[in-house]
């Protein structure tokens, strides 16, 4: 009952940059926590960055100073921000949300969206 869809996917050359967007939509009674997270092939997935309801944020060493992940509440949208693109960033990525509701509350994800970093 609640869905998470990202865009903004695709190829880009070192040091370039793209712009993920996540969009939550359904029965979302409060917002916990929102985020990304991103699994290359044949590794685990990790987290890049997430932010609390009060703002909050924090970054995968990897992606500090690079990645920014942003927010507008009254789109239910998130964002991410990745400048400085390196090949190591190939991945695919997913929105995380953490959503508050006695019934529907909990942990959702979104479909994936591939981000590939190549000259």
């Known amino acids: 009952q609640v869905q998470l869809v990202e865009s903004g996917g695709g190829l880009a050359q070192p040091g370039g940059s793209l712009r993920l967007s996540c969009a939550a939509s359904?029965?979302?009674?409060?917002?916990?926590?929102m985020g990304w997270y991103r699994q290359a092939p044949g590794k685990q997935r990790e987290l890049v960055t997430i932010?609390?309801?009060?703002?909050?944020?924090n970054y995968a060493d990897s992606v500090k100073g690079r990645f920014t992940i942003s927010r507008d509440n009254a789109k239910n949208t998130v964002y991410l921000q990745m400048n400085s693109l390196k090949p190591e960033d190939t991945a695919v990525y997913y929105c995380?949300?953490?959503?508050?509701?006695?019934?529907?509350?909990?942990?959702?994800w979104g479909q994936g969206t591939q981000v590939t970093v190549s000259s």
């Open positions: 932010m609390t309801s009060g703002g909050s944020t």
């Open positions: 359904g029965s979302i009674n409060s917002i916990n926590a």
């Open positions: 995380y949300g953490d959503f508050g509701g006695l019934i529907l509350g909990g942990e959702y």
